[in-house]
């Protein structure tokens, strides 16, 4: 399959750069089989049976991106100048990788000086990235992180205004535990307390499993034959209790709805051939496309995604090829918005469909 078999022509005004508050007041475009409703996330009851069991990533975003100066011996002595760094993924020595800007002036051996308690050592530079490794660990670099650090919002919003303390709050679901995400799983940012306790009292059921989300999410595609593209690797895990959960969901007869694509992709890793699913914990570069036989997921909820991108091709999969076109030709029409900050949208691809 060619990559402009999943482009679409988008509004630049339907971008959203701010979320919709109350959280669950988004709206929500519902495709249960070949019929599209429009609704709102507070509405997913109507949608959901009792029984039903909704996954998902209780991943915590880190205020990943930093400005700082890096600093460098020279003939004319110590020199600096300022550099902005987004930190993608702790490697397993303790460093991390990260995007850098200027990258192209940046040096292995340099410092970098973000605070006067948090500074870094550039050990290694690729040509996308480089490699960091700060005076700080642990909780000490946790810490110095939240006090220097700022939200990592999308490129699409970062492109509009800059993050700001607003954002520590709308960039973070509820249910945020784990620490590790440097993009949030947007479809999650829909749900606050009594939207899930109202589920809950509806009969549907939870489960939290982890995958941090990286900095990789948001590259582009840049074959034009979508086989040869080579996906990001994101850590993840699920616990014994978690798949232990979905399992016994299953076999009495209630659908796996998953919440975000990071969701999706992390269970349809774990799973065997039979659906069953099993502890696991490691890195997914899963890359779904349309001909994916999915053998867990039943449903999904999921934000409006970027034009050509690989979470175009994981929706088209799901629901097909000519029904995502038709669902998301709707959205734009209906003005629905989109990406990180956007409306939402609950699929259901044909047989899977249901309603109380």
């Known amino acids: 399959m060619q990559l402009s078999d999943f482009d679409f022509d988008l509004p630049e005004g339907l971008i959203a750069t701010r979320p919709v508050r109350p959280r669950p007041a988004a709206r929500m475009l519902v495709a249960s089989g070949t019929a599209i409703s429009d609704a709102h996330v507070r509405d997913l009851s109507l949608w959901l049976r009792p029984g039903d069991r909704m996954v998902l990533n209780n991943t915590r975003v880190i205020p990943a991106r930093l400005t700082g100066r890096r600093w460098r011996d020279s003939a004319q002595g110590r020199v600096s100048a300022k550099i902005e760094v987004t930190l993608m993924e702790p490697l397993p020595d303790g460093d991390w990788r990260a995007m850098v800007k200027p990258l192209r002036k940046l040096a292995v051996g340099e410092d970098v000086v973000f605070s006067e308690t948090l500074h870094a050592h550039v050990t290694a530079k690729g040509a996308e990235d480089a490699t960091l490794r700060f005076n700080l660990t642990g909780d000490a670099f946790d810490a110095a992180l939240s006090q220097v650090g700022a939200m990592p919002l999308p490129p699409y919003i970062a492109g509009r205004r800059a993050a700001d303390a607003q954002d520590d709050d709308d960039y973070q679901t509820v249910f945020a535990r784990e620490r590790g995400a440097v993009a949030a799983p947007t479809a999650s940012l829909h749900f606050d307390l009594d939207l899930l306790q109202a589920l ?50 299953r076999a009495a007869g209630g659908r796996i709805i998953a919440v975000g694509t990071t969701a999706l992709r992390l269970i349809e890793s774990a799973a065997a051939p039979d659906g069953t699913l099993r502890e696991w914990t490691g890195k997914t570069d899963i890359f779904i496309t349309p001909g994916y036989r999915f053998r867990v997921t039943d449903g999904l909820m999921t934000n409006f995604h970027l034009p050509k991108s690989t979470l175009m091709m994981l929706v088209a999969a799901l629901m097909g090829q000519s029904a995502i076109q038709n669902i998301y030709s709707h959205a734009v029409g209906q003005g629905y918005r989109f990406f990180s900050y956007g409306d939402a949208s609950l699929l259901i691809p044909e047989g899977k469909e249901g309603c109380t």
């Open 200 to 249: 809950r009292d509806h009969g549907v059921d939870f489960t939290e499993v982890t995958l941090h989300v990286g900095a990789g999410t948001f590259l582009p595609v840049k074959v034009d034959d979508i086989s040869t593209h080579k996906m990001h690797a994101e850590w993840g895990q699920i616990t014994p209790q978690a798949a232990a959960e979905i399992n016994a969901t």
